[in-house]
T-cell receptor, first 115, second 109 residues
């Protein structure tokens, strides 16, 4: 299993600014991912955070807007850049411990409000 | 593209059995997962089906038919704490998850 923490848990930001969200896993994991979820809606995959290389982004998400880092096997950051009110959402990171386990563990999420 | 469809809402009484269906259209299908999410909480893993058939874990069972692009989650002996949102999610060979639209389950006394 994996226990995931995220910082900050919530934030209120002004448009045009950037926010970096941190995701820490209590053990080394194979895969890490970032999702976005509007309240009451489903989860949308933003990107796969690759250790030691550039993240793999899903359609509709670009590196300039959502730069991602993954410097090691337990930590990743997602930056929401040049924010607008449309970026208001819950951002969640997830981790998949190993190739023999199909379970993903999710962090508690970061609730972002952009004014 | 990929899409996974679920009923938006299901209501059932405590102690009953409920089935939440998921139909999907995807390419590169690897397996179907189910996640539970309580309001304000993180999604938590319930089950995973890579092959056709039924997987049972306590009060929860999940079924997959790859030929029909269909799966379901079966919840037995419903409890009030089972009131939550339930998501099916398609997994591809890179282990990323594409989530369905989600089903909100309301369990009534």
């Amino acid at each position: 299993s994996a226990v995931i923490s995220q910082k900050p848990s919530r934030d209120i930001c002004q448009r045009g600014t950037s926010l970096t969200i941190q995701c820490q896993v209590d053990s080394q994991v194979t895969m890490m991912f970032w999702y976005r979820q509007q309240p009451g809606q489903s989860l949308t995959l933003i990107a796969t955070a690759n250790q030691g290389s550039e993240a793999t982004y899903e359609s509709g998400f670009v590196i300039d807007k959502f730069p991602i880092s993954r410097p090691n096997l337990t930590f990743s950051t997602l930056t929401v850049s040049n924010m607008s009110p449309e970026d208001s959402s819950i951002y969640l990171c997830s981790a998949k411990p190993g190739t023999g386990n199909n379970e993903q563990f999710f962090g508690p999420g970061t609730r972002l409000t952009v004014l | 593209g990929q899409s996974l469809e679920q009923p938006s809402e299901v209501t059932a009484v405590e102690g009953a059995i409920v089935q939440i269906n998921c139909t999907y259209q995807t390419s590169g299908f690897y397996g179907l997962s189910w996640y539970q999410q309580h309001d304000g909480g993180a999604p938590t893993f319930l089950s995973y089906n890579a092959l056709d058939g039924l997987e049972e874990t306590g009060r929860f069972s999940s079924f997959l038919s790859r030929s029909d692009s269909y799966g379901y989650l079966l919840l037995q002996e419903l409890q009030m704490k089972d009131s939550a949102s339930y998501f099916c999610a398609w997994m591809d060979s890179s282990y990323k998850l594409i989530f369905g639209s989600g089903t909100r389950l309301l369990v009534r006394p």
